[in-house]
């Protein structure tokens, strides 16, 4: 069973940079598409990012130049390099795969003054 742990969250303010860890386990995650997702209060989940087996990457638009998506296939890690941190980027960040129903906790992102 594939589990999905997210780490690297916290509060910083607008203009700063985060990097988001999720250590995946249970399943071979190499040929397998990634993606990351965030949720505020009261709304649904947006897709944020997509990395594909062979590294090509597509990101939504709001963060299309600021975030990077990437992965260490050695350690079992997927990465989201977030870069010029904006109040509209507070969230709670996912991590996914796109072959599996499970979720992780999420980590929380603060960006305010």
């Known amino acids: 069973q594939v589990q999905l742990a997210e780490s690297g969250g916290g509060l910083v303010q607008p203009g700063a940079s985060l990097r988001l860890s999720c250590a995946v386990s249970?399943?071979?995650?190499?040929?397998?598409?990634m993606t990351w997702h965030r949720q505020t209060p009261g709304k649904a989940r947006e897709w944020v990012a997509t990395?594909?087996?062979?590294?090509?990457?597509i990101y939504t638009d709001s963060v299309q130049g600021r975030f990077t998506v990437s992965r260490d296939e050695a350690k079992n890690m997927l990465y989201l390099q977030m870069n010029n941190l904006e109040p509209e980027d507070t969230a709670v960040y996912y991590c996914?795969?796109?072959?599996?129903?499970?979720w992780g906790q999420g980590t929380l992102v603060i960006v305010s003054l």
């Open positions: 990395l594909w087996p062979g590294g090509a990457t």
């Open positions: 996914h795969m796109t072959a599996s129903t499970t």
């Open positions: 249970g399943f071979p995650f190499s040929d397998e598409i």
